[in-house]
């Protein structure tokens, strides 16, 4: 069965003895010792495009590492870390457990990405499962904006919204170099009052995203307010009603802000690390900050406003962020590119990029920009693919709740509750996945 999966979703890894390989070779490279090491039969999660490879131990099974189907690449995420395997090992031959952090994290090598710039067409969700794991340095974008009204938006209910926005997450998260940046503008949304006798009301967005990023396995750094001018609010018709008759309570804050929230991917890993191992010492002196930062979190810009697409964010606010958390030469992603904004300033700063948007039009007017800006800032070449046939994921509940068992288990969240929880949420399918639950306790 994997065998014509993988033919038709056109997988690099096509087998399981190309799974197993992969991940022998992983192994190797992280020096890890493969005496009695065999593997059992490698299981394909077609939805998220990657190959299961359970890893046994004198026939026993310690854990198992996941291969991104497309990419070859090893998904640490959701591969068992080593030094968990190297317990269980342990444990097979002594009969003791000892704690996993006897066990010595291997020390981090500087990851240089090979990206090339790139324009990508199609929907994130899907687009990003295509770029290797671990290959981009900072991420910056603002999301579509949630549309309550039905006719308007593409999404069914605000929940469809938020379920989008976690998968791009989480699949920026695979994409992003550990310990890198992940920053994100975003506002709350006014639903405006369908009749007189209704009121308006606001759906605080920025604040639900907050909590997909802590459960996704980000760092909160930092929520830096971008303030417009106060002309900037008025036309959203918040406190007009206020302003005429000054009743109690009818006061309504006019709204000049939005957020501009600072993430950083775990596991953290100090700043410092990126630094002192640079391979090029004068990136690191040409990418200092000179005098005129934004010393505070409130930062005064004015919006950018462009006949060709409603919601584009101002180049001196992509600009900002992409000299405060990224080296020159750095690869920056924006995953809602619009008409180009962080690429150009990514260029204009002497960064790379990877641009992706679902919207013909909009990749147009991104081709115009860029090739404006190849013209005006300095020649660079881009890579144009669309991945706008990509096929659509099919439902892997057996995948889901491995997932869930990890993001419960990143959350801390007791060993008894997480048990409790399998048990309502999969209650009918729960003899069947007895075997899946006990392999992550
Ligand atoms: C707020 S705009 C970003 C504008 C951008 N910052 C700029 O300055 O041009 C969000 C963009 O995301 C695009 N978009 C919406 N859903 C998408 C998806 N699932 N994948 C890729 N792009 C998407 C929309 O077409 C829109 O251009």
Known sequence: MGHSISEKRKYAVINTEQAKNIVRQYLEDQLFDLQDI????????DRYHVWNVPVLYKKEAIGEIVVNAYTKDIDTKLSSDLRVLNCRRDKI??????????????????KISALNNMLLKGRSEKVLTQLPEQSIDMIFTSPPYYNA?????????????????????????????????????????LIPRTSRSESSSRIAVPFDIHQIFMEEGFEFIDDIIWEKPEG?????????????????????AVPVTEYVMVYRKKPAILIDHFIRNHPDPAIIRDSKIADGYEKTNVWHISPARDKRHPAVFP??????????????????????????TTAKAAVNLNRRFVSIECSDEYIQYSKEELNAANNL???????FKDYSKLPDDIENTEYDLHELIRVLKRMDIPKEEITQLIIKTYQDKLAEYKEHIYEHF
Request: hydrophobic content about 30%.
């Open 232 to 252: 900037a609010g008025w036309a959203s018709g918040r406190g007009r009603r206020f302003s005429a008759d000054r009743n109690l309570m009818q006061y309504k």
């Open 149 to 189: 009204r039905k006719q308007y938006s593409e999404y069914d209910t605000y929940d469809d919204y938020l379920a989008l926005l976690r998968k791009v997450i989480k699949e920026c998260r695979r994409v992003l170099i550990d310990g890198k940046f992940f920053i994100m503008n975003s506002s709350h949304v």
């Open 93 to 110: 031959d002594t009969g003791k457990t000892v704690s996993v952090k006897k066990y010595k994290k291997k020390k981090e090598k500087y």
């Open 315 to 340: 180049k001196e606010l992509a600009e900002k962020v992409i000299q405060y958390y990224s080296f020159k030469n750095d690869v920056i992603l924006d995953p809602f590119g619009g008409i180009g």
């Open 38 to 45: 065999s593997f059992g039969l490698p299981e394909i999660f």
């Open 377 to 383: 800032i300095h020649p660079f070449q881009y890579e």
